[in-house]
C-alpha cells in the first residue's frame, strides 16, 4: 500500500509513506510509460471515448500485441492505473483521457505523452464546471496541442467546435474525418439496425454490429487510424464485423417484445438526441417505440433548459410512450402536458412496460440516463419481464 498518512496505514502490509499518494502514483506511471516507445494512442471528446477506444484496439488486435486501458479509467487516477496496467511487450497502447474540469486533459496528456490523438465529439457536457459548449471543446483540444511535434492528429470534422479548431493546425499533421465534412470522408449505408460505411481511401466497407449515426465518426477515427498505423484494410473489414459494443452503450438486447437499447452508461443532450434518433429510425413502420428517459446530470444552471429541448425533440419523433426518470426529466415532460408521459416509480417501471408490450413482436424500448441514475435496474427488469423465446 502506498499512504500518505502513517497513522491510516493497514497494520500487517507492506507499506510505502509518500508525502501525496496522487503525485507517487503519477510519479510511478510515468516511469513505467518511459519503458515503452511503440504508439500510443489518447482518445478524448464528449461522446464515444469508450467505443473508439475498444474499436481502434479490436481493429489492431492481430497486427499489434495492443493494450487498451480497461473499462472507462480515463481520469488522474484512472489514467495512471490503466498506464500501470500495460504489459511488457506492448507494441500499441490505447487510452481516453476525460475533464470534469480545466486542466484535466493537459494534466493527462503530460502523464500519457501520446504519439496519436483521436478527438470524437463536442457536446453539452459538465457544463457545471466549463460553463459553454466552446470551453469544453478548448479542453479536449488540449489532446492535440499537447502532442509531440511529430505527433498524429484524427479529429472529427462534422463536429462544427473541432472542425473549426482543426483549421487553425498544420495539415501535415492532423487528418480530420466525418460523413459531411473533413479530409477523409465514410458515407452512410445503413445506421440500424447496424452500422454500416464505406470508405473512399482506403477503399473499406465497414460491416458492424454498432447502431446509430452517432457512431460513425467514432468507427470512421479508429478504422482511419489503424490504417495509418499499418493494420491492412481486409483485416479491418473483417475485425470491424466481430466487433461487439461495449456493455450498456446502444446495445440491442433481443426481447420477447422485440428489442432493448440499453444505453444506461451515461448521458448528456447531445449522446441523448442520437440516441432518440437512433430509437425513431428503429424497427419497422408499425413498430411500437418507447424511451425510459433518465435524468441527464451535470448541466449546471442550463438544467431546465436543456431537458426541455430534449424532451421536446423525444415527443416530436415517433415514440408511443414515455418514461421520465429524476426531478429534471419529470419535470421537463410534464410542461408538455403530453399524455404520452407516465411519470412512475423505477421499480414500477418494468411491470407497467412489459404489460403494455404484451404481445408485441417487433417493439422497441431505450433506456438510457445519466450513470448517476442506475437506470441498468430498469433495463435488467425489463428484460426479465419480457424474455425472449428459444
Avoid at 497486427?63 to 480515463?74: I, M
Avoid at 481511401?201 to 452517432?214: S, W, Y
Amino acid at each position: 500500500a502506498v499512504v500518505a498518512d502513517r497513522a491510516r496505514a493497514p497494520r500487517g502490509r507492506t507499506c510505502v509513506v509518500v508525502r501525496d499518494g496522487l503525485a507517487a502514483l503519477h510519479a510511478v506511471a510515468a516511469a513505467w510509460r518511459a519503458r515503452f516507445a511503440v504508439p500510443l494512442v489518447g482518445i478524448t471528446g464528449s461522446n464515444g471515448k469508450t467505443t473508439t477506444k475498444e474499436l481502434l484496439a479490436h481493429l489492431a488486435a492481430e497486427t499489434f500485441a495492443a493494450h487498451a486501458a480497461q473499462e472507462n479509467y480515463n481520469t488522474e487516477i484512472g489514467l495512471p492505473l490503466a498506464i500501470l496496467a500495460m504489459p511488457e511487450g506492448t507494441k500499441l497502447g490505447v487510452f481516453e483521457l476525460a475533464a470534469d474540469r480545466p486542466g484535466d486533459i493537459a494534466l493527462l496528456v503530460h502523464l500519457l505523452r501520446p504519439s496519436i490523438a483521436l478527438v470524437t465529439s463536442i457536446g453539452q457536457s459538465h457544463l457545471e464546471t466549463f460553463g459553454t459548449q466552446a470551453a469544453v471543446a478548448e479542453e479536449k483540444w488540449d489532446l492535440v496541442r499537447g502532442l509531440a511535434p511529430d505527433g498524429r492528429a484524427w479529429v472529427n470534422a462534422d463536429c462544427p467546435e473541432l472542425r473549426d479548431l482543426a483549421a487553425a493546425e498544420p495539415r501535415g499533421r492532423l487528418t480530420t474525418v466525418g460523413l459531411a465534412h473533413g479530409d477523409a470522408r465514410g458515407r452512410l449505408v445503413s445506421a440500424v439496425p447496424r452500422l454500416v460505411l464505406d470508405v473512399v481511401a482506403p477503399p473499406l466497407h465497414l460491416a458492424t454490429t454498432l447502431v446509430g449515426e452517432h457512431n460513425a465518426s467514432n468507427l470512421l477515427l479508429a478504422a482511419l487510424c489503424a490504417a495509418d498505423l499499418g493494420v491492412p484494410p481486409a483485416t479491418i473489414e473483417r475485425r470491424a464485423a466481430s466487433f461487439r459494443p461495449v456493455a450498456h452503450r446502444l446495445n440491442v438486447r433481443p426481447t420477447g417484445f422485440g428489442w432493448l437499447l440499453d444505453d444506461v452508461y451515461n448521458a448528456n443532450p447531445t449522446s441523448m438526441a442520437a440516441a432518440l434518433r437512433a430509437l425513431a429510425a428503429f424497427g419497422g413502420p408499425r413498430s411500437r417505440r418507447a424511451v425510459v428517459f433518465g435524468d441527464m446530470l451535470g448541466l449546471g444552471a442550463q438544467t431546465d433548459v436543456l431537458h426541455d429541448e430534449i424532451a421536446r425533440l423525444a415527443l416530436g419523433l415517433a415514440i408511443e410512450r414515455v418514461y421520465p426518470v429524476g426531478d429534471a426529466s419529470c419535470a421537463a415532460f410534464a410542461r408538455t402536458g403530453d399524455p404520452r408521459v407516465r411519470c412512475l416509480a423505477c421499480d414500477e417501471i418494468g411491470a407497467e412496460l412489459a404489460g403494455a408490450l404484451a404481445g408485441a413482436r417487433d417493439a422497441v424500448v431505450l433506456v438510457k440516463g445519466s450513470r448517476g441514475m442506475r437506470l441498468e435496474q430498469v433495463a435488467d427488469d425489463l428484460e426479465a419481464r419480457s424474455p425472449r423465446c428459444v
